[in-house]
């Protein structure tokens, strides 16, 4: 049976590195940021990103994730992966748990689902399977 999760999360470390540079504003980054949930998912996330920046400040990104936590009161972790755009200060993307990432209550979680993130206004949802 399919079960949901909402909640927002909160970014509490953000390094973001640019690995190349264009003249004209075009570069590639690589962040290593870290995040905290609350709501239904109750944990700590290691996120990496791999960013392609445009001259007018739009992007594209894929991301790895690496939830730590409760989702439901069961505890463990899973990644998830994604691949997103930010334009006009919104960051948002479809997510994915990986097959068989998970550990702990969570071993057999699969599914998906969303994040939204412009400025500290942040929200995540999951529609997640559990056997």
């Known amino acids: 049976m ?6 927002t999360f909160e970014i509490t470390s ?16 690589r962040a290593s940021v870290t995040q905290h949930h609350t709501g239904d ?5 290691a996120v990496e ?3 392609s920046y445009q001259p007018d400040g739009t992007a594209t ?3 790895l994730q690496r939830f730590d936590g409760a989702v439901a009161g069961r505890h463990g972790s899973f990644v998830l992966q994604g691949e997103g755009a930010f334009a006009d200060g919104v960051a948002q993307a479809p997510l994915r748990i990986v ?6 209550d969570l071993a057999a979680i699969s599914g998906g ?4 993130a412009k400025g500290h206004d942040t929200s995540f949802a999951l529609e997640y399977e559990l056997a």
Request: proline share 2%; hydrophobic share 25%; glycine share 18%.
């Open 113 to 116: 689902g969303s994040f939204r």
């Open 14 to 29: 953000w390094d973001e590195q640019p690995f190349h540079e264009g003249d004209d504003g075009r570069k590639l980054t």
């Open 99 to 104: 097959d068989g990432s998970g550990t702990g």
């Open 41 to 45: 998912l109750d944990g700590d996330a």
């Open 2 to 7: 399919t079960e949901q999760a909402t909640g």
């Open 49 to 51: 990103y791999l960013m």
């Open 61 to 63: 990104f894929v991301t």
